[in-house]
């Protein structure tokens, strides 16, 4: 079993940056691929990022590409998400997640192949 705790959601302006943390328990995180997805009000869930166990392989979606960055510690068994040049449009609910299927150099983009998830942290960008 493995549990996903999210940190370091909140309000900023447009054009400000937050730093997202997702701690995880558990002695196989390093063998984990892990994604941040989020869901706003009326939408439906997307995949944001996502990183492979291996950490040499990361996915962005083409609306926060070059403005998000994806990054894990092993050692510190935390995936973290740096955005930047924040938007309106990236207001909504972030979850990290866990998937335990994946190869070393894979990462899925589908929700279903997710295994853990976070309870989410609030993410508003005021314009």
């Known amino acids: 079993q493995v549990q996903l705790v999210e940190s370091g959601g909140g309000l900023v302006q447009a054009g400000g940056s937050l730093r997202l943390s997702c701690a995880a328990s558990?002695?196989?995180?390093?063998?984990?691929?892990m994604g941040w997805f989020r869901q706003a009000p009326g939408k439906e869930r997307e995949l944001v990022a996502a990183?492979?166990?291996?950490?040499?392989?990361?996915y962005y979606a083409d609306s926060v590409k070059g403005r998000f960055t994806i990054s894990r510690d092993n050692a510190k068994n935390t995936v973290f998400l740096q955005m930047n040049s924040l938007k309106p449009e990236d207001t909504a609910v972030y979850c990290c997640?866990?998937?335990?299927?994946?190869?070393?150099?894979?990462?899925?983009?589908?929700?279903?192949?997710?295994?853990?998830w976070g309870q989410g942290t609030q993410v508003t960008v005021s314009s």
């Open positions: 997640a866990a998937d335990p299927g994946a190869p070393p150099t894979v990462v899925r983009a589908h929700p279903g192949a997710y295994k853990y």
């Open positions: 990183v492979s166990w291996s950490g040499g392989v990361t």
């Open positions: 558990g002695r196989t995180f390093s063998r984990y691929a």
